[in-house]
């Protein structure tokens, strides 16, 4: 699975995550929703997209490619 959990703490309305950052000068991406937090890296050549409903994520799509 892409998105990994990460663990999180909110005090006085800030928000602070306990995470290990991706290998080398990579892309990430956090979604929070309902108290979880999760993290994954970016596609090189793609698109992420967070879909939500009725307020809530949903799922998170990858869609994927390389250049020729």
Do not use: W
Not at 3 to 32: A, R, W
Not at 37 to 45: D, G, N, Q, W, Y
């Amino acid at each position: 699975m892409r998105l990994n959990h990460v663990q999180t703490e909110i005090d006085n309305g800030k928000l602070s995550l306990e995470m290990d950052l991706p290998e080398g000068n990579s892309p990430f991406c956090v979604v929070y929703c309902n108290g979880k937090a999760k993290i994954t890296t970016l596609p090189e050549h793609g698109e992420t997209k967070v879909i939500t409903h009725q307020g809530k994520v949903k799922r998170v799509k990858f869609d994927e490619g390389e250049e020729f």
